[in-house]
């Protein structure tokens, strides 16, 4: 099977920008979670969907942050204005649901200078 | 809440030794307890998971790692190591609100 899809890869922008990062999970997988990884760390949950709800997103900084996924499928992920902090690796990761074991991506590894 | 803790950010075995890695967890409930394993540039990788049941479980390319109740440990282990497990590891601990909670993660090298 097709593994959980993320793109672009590399992001690099200066502070103050927008960026925004897409994921396509597992065909068939319902739940849908984004990490956020700082080198040197481990991942961090920012938010988690079941389907195109959002079941959790208490560590998501909503000032900035912000997540969709619409028709309960792809999802993209928006930081606007991004900060020096946020640089780190943003993993998505899906499972078929919050029971099962998650499937990750490769992520997207954004630098801001 | 529930936490673990990864006793060494990094880790030197030589090519044939035995690969110990230490998990050690904290959880108000059963937890249920994960390794996974990181290669550069790319996602995390399930090598094992335990739930209920036995102690002891095995995972992919050789790997297990033993629930230790009493001792709140949760150790990853392999017999021999070998040039392809140089990776980055990550403990992990869920309850019954199925949120993963990492630890920091171990490096591992290999040495030939």
């Known amino acids: 099977e097709a593994g959980v899809a993320q793109s672009p890869r590399y992001k690099i922008i200066e502070k103050r920008q927008s960026v925004a990062f897409w994921c396509n999970p597992i065909?068939?997988?319902?739940?849908l979670y984004w990490y956020q990884q700082i080198l040197g760390q481990g991942p961090k949950l920012l938010i988690q969907?079941?389907?195109?709800?959002?079941?959790?997103d208490s560590q998501l900084p909503k000032d900035r942050f912000s997540a969709e996924r619409l028709k309960g499928v792809d999802s993209t992920l928006k930081i606007q204005p991004a900060k020096l902090e946020d640089s780190a690796v943003y993993l998505c990761?899906?499972?078929?649901?919050?029971?099962?074991?998650?499937?990750f991506g490769d992520g997207t590894r954004l630098s801001i200078l | 809440a529930q936490s673990v803790t990864q006793l060494g950010s990094h880790v030197s075995v030589s090519e044939g030794a035995l690969v110990l890695l230490r998990c050690n967890y904290s959880?108000?409930?059963?937890?249920?307890l994960f390794w996974y394993v990181q290669y550069p540039n790319q996602g995390l990788q399930l090598l094992l998971k335990?739930?209920?049941?036995?102690?002891l479980v095995k995972g992919i390319n050789g790997f297990e790692a033993e629930f230790k109740k009493s001792e709140t440990s949760f150790h990853l282990t392999k017999p021999s190591a070998h040039m392809s497990d140089a990776a980055e590891y990550f403990c992990?601990?869920?309850?019954?609100?199925?949120?993963?909670?990492f630890g920091a993660g171990t490096t591992v090298t290999v040495r030939a």
């Open positions: 990761a899906s499972s078929l649901d919050r029971y099962q074991p998650q499937h």
């Open positions: 065909s068939g997988h319902a739940t």
């Open positions: 969907f079941q389907n195109n709800g959002v079941v959790d």
């Open positions: 959880s108000s409930v059963p937890p249920y």
């Open positions: 335990y739930t209920t049941g036995a102690t």
């Open positions: 992990a601990v869920t309850a019954n609100d199925y949120k993963l909670s």
